[in-house]
């Protein structure tokens, strides 16, 4: 069983930054693709970025390109969103998530075997 919990969460203005932190209790860490999704209110969960077990390779929602950065300490056991340039409509609640199977970026929430309780990111206008 992994545990993941996030940090870093907050509310910012417009085009400021925040970086988000996942840190996991499982020493196999490593062995996990991991991902970011977020949930705004009235809105289904959706991808934001996923990065390889290794950190070599990372992919990202078209919304999240160019802005943000995902990466990971294996030896801290911690994955990280850094997040630029934030917008309002990047509001919402941010959870990390673990994937342990065969998918080398899984990008859908189905394929994830454990989620963190999730960190609350707030953009003012």
């Known amino acids: 069983q992994v545990q993941l919990v996030e940090s870093g969460g907050g509310m910012v203005q417009a085009g400021g930054s925040l970086r988000l932190s996942c840190a996991a209790s499982?020493?196999?860490?490593?062995?996990?693709?991991m991902g970011w999704f977020r949930q705004a209110p009235g809105r289904k969960r959706e991808f934001v970025a996923v990065?390889?077990?290794?950190?070599?390779?990372?992919t990202y929602a078209d919304s999240a390109k160019g802005r943000f950065a995902i990466s990971r300490d294996n030896a801290k056991n911690t994955v990280y969103l850094q997040m630029n340039s934030l917008k309002p409509e990047d509001t919402a609640l941010y959870y990390c998530?673990?994937?342990?199977?065969?998918?080398?970026?899984?990008?859908?929430?189905?394929?994830?075997?454990?989620w963190g309780q999730g960190t609350q990111v707030t953009v003012s206008s």
């Open positions: 499982e020493r196999t860490f490593k062995k996990y693709a």
């Open positions: 990065i390889n077990w290794s950190g070599g390779s990372a």
């Open positions: 998530a673990a994937s342990g199977g065969d998918t080398f970026l899984p990008v859908v929430m189905r394929l994830y075997d454990y």
